[in-house]
């Protein structure tokens, strides 16, 4: 298995709900990452995991919240957004540190839109 | 903060060469590494670059030079599909990677 998986594909949520989105690999990968990207940019650091144990939180607010249940399974639990955080918001896995040297793998995202 | 750029666009004729480029001012470096997005996909991970010079892979090969912190992407024989998005991406640490403002690349005929 050489993919990371995530759902939903779509989500539409208004800005009183609580979402949350899966990401799944099955590649022994420790590192674990949370980009959002939104139309026409480059993907944004959001989060990332190692070894199961968040090492990196790049000013996200807190409505955005992390977990990494164990090391396959990544979550991004939403609550409170606010419509300029509707986004293309991608998960990747790596090799750990410098083992990574063929790439980072990103999952097809999910595109989120809130109302 | 990470600065990472590249030219917005770039138009190039379906077999011809294109070399897209890429400076970066970086908090530390680890590598670097060319993606290509096409609309609506995730990003595909194309070539890495750890050490100074050229690294080549089929028709595409990449370029570094740590000194100058400069890396170009030197895409051959252009086709149609190669039309997407490039992003140069940088790693500062074990596993923090910033990616530069992409470079949307349109293939004419």
């Known amino acids: 298995d050489t993919e990371v998986t995530q759902t939903p594909k779509h989500l539409v949520m208004g800005m009183t709900n609580k979402k949350s989105l899966k990401c799944e690999q099955h590649m022994g990968h420790r590192a674990m990452y949370w980009y959002k990207q939104k139309a026409k940019k480059p993907p944004e650091l959001m989060f990332v995991y190692s070894y199961e144990k968040l090492s990196i939180n790049e000013s996200v607010p807190s409505r955005f919240s992390p977990e990494c249940p164990n090391s396959s399974l990544l979550n991004l639990h939403l609550h409170a957004l606010q419509p300029e955080d509707s986004a293309l918001y991608l998960c990747?896995?790596?090799?750990?540190?410098?083992?990574?040297?063929?790439?980072?793998?990103f999952g097809s995202g999910t595109r989120l839109t809130v109302v | 903060g990470q600065n990472i750029d590249q030219p917005t666009e770039m138009t190039a004729t379906e077999g011809a060469i294109v070399q897209i480029n890429c400076t970066y001012q970086?908090?530390?470096?680890?590598?670097l590494f060319w993606y290509q997005q096409h609309a609506g996909e995730a990003p595909t991970f194309l070539s890495y670059n750890v050490l100074d010079g050229l690294e080549e892979k089929g028709r595409f090969s990449s370029f570094l030079s740590r000194s100058k912190g400069y890396s170009y992407l030197l895409l051959k024989e252009l086709q149609m599909k190669d039309s997407a998005s490039y992003l140069c991406a940088v790693r500062t640490g074990a596993n923090n990677l910033f990616f530069g403002t992409g470079t949307r690349l349109t293939v004419i005929p």
């Open positions: 970086t908090s530390g470096f680890n590598g």
């Open positions: 990747a896995s790596s090799q750990e540190g410098t083992e990574a040297n063929y790439g980072y793998t």
